[in-house]
């Protein structure tokens, strides 16, 4: 898979990673990836500078918390995060201002494959097969901390 822009995923947590990996879903990513974090070999100093490729990074909120990255000073982030802040992700540059653009999942990935934000058939088209409403938590986990006596209607 070609990227014409640089994809950043951090997932929010270590837990997470784990249930990537217990789904088979990491093995998927590391797959596309062109780095992977590795907590026994940390990076010496803070990205700034990507190349157009898939990073898995060390878990944090987005590129600013717990991994330490940022983009570089005047560009343009597009993320899935709502911390997106002005100057936490992105600084200003001299010559123009950091913007942090919030989108659902499938635009971040679609925008890093195409280099730029698809239109909507471009979109439509990606999308195809994909049940993007399905999601729902397991029924037990919502139901056992739910206490009847504080239920009030």
Known sequence: ????APLV???PTYNI??????????EILQKYSGFEFNDYAPKAAARTEYQNMMYLERPGCNLCMGNQEKAAKGDTV??????LFQGRVVEDSE???GESLLASTP??????ILGRIPNMDEYKAAVVGIDLTKFAPPLKNLTSAV????VSY
């Open 1 to 4: 898979m070609e990227f014409r």
């Open 9 to 11: 995923v951090a997932a």
């Open 17 to 26: 990673i784990d249930e990537l990996q217990a789904e088979g879903d990491w």
């Open 78 to 83: 597009m993320a899935t995060s709502t911390r």
């Open 95 to 97: 010559r123009k201002k």
């Open 107 to 112: 635009v971040v990935v679609l925008s890093a």
């Open 147 to 150: 206490r009847t006596d504080a």
